[in-house]
């Protein structure tokens, strides 16, 4: 390996992904490489159907490559089961969803604590309170989703995405299902969150203010990278 490839927290090579369906084999991405170095922000952009979100279900390890390879912090996710890709995204990667994905049945500090908890950290619940009240939503612990805006849930999955402190978070048209005041909100803690914990932040989006705020642009087009350019004012739609 690389000196250059062991400051990337992800390498891609040569990632390909192609289904089989009535009409025959239909390739989503084709030959797509590109390398992200550990705490940088990346927007994946592009128009709907150009395989942003299936080259972030890739890069997560939820979907399989039919040809190439990714390298999230030294593993090789061709050489994991699905299994070890699991237990990897448990201790290194979160999630931020366009629709939230909390679970209705527990309060915003259980959905918050719910990942530590399972990786059996006996200071979830600290940790939870503290990421809490770094969103602005302290008062609302008790609270459960039904009861809260869509922007106060989204805010409850951003807290719930950043504990256990991840290397890598995912985050997939993060301010989609906002209004402009809550949208603008949200985002501003996703990188402020992003800058404090030395995370790594790879998020789908179609919001062109969201994608210049990151370090790099990453334009998919008809599965095929098309560019890699600095965010301030390079956005390419």
Known sequence: MSVLSQLNIINVTGLTKSVNTLEGELTIL??????????????????SGSGKSTLLSLLAGLDVASKGDICLDGEQLSE?????????????????????????????????????ELAGDSNAKQQALSLL???????????????????????????????????????????????????????????????????????????????KQCDRIIHIEAGKLETIRNGEAAYVD
Request: hydrophobic share 45%; charged share 20%; net charge negative.
């Open 30 to 47: 084709s030959d797509i490489n590109f390398s992200v170095k550990s705490g940088e922000s990346v927007a994946i952009v592009g128009a």
């Open 133 to 211: 009240e770094k969103v602005g939503l302290s008062h609302r612990l008790e609270h459960y989703p039904s009861q809260l805006s869509g922007g106060e849930q989204q805010r409850v999955a951003i807290a719930r995405a950043f504990i256990g402190s991840p290397k890598i978070l995912f985050a997939d048209e993060p301010s989609a299902n906002l209004d402009s005041k809550n949208g603008h909100l949200v985002e501003k803690l996703l990188f402020d969150l992003n800058k404090q914990n030395g995370t790594t932040l790879i998020l789908v989006t179609h919001d062109e203010h969201l994608a």
């Open 80 to 116: 994991l089961n699905e299994e070890a890709r699991a237990q990897l995204r448990a201790k290194k990667v979160g999630f931020v969803f366009q629709s939230f994905m909390l679970v209705q049945s527990l309060t915003a500090l259980e959905n918050v604590m719910l990942p530590a």
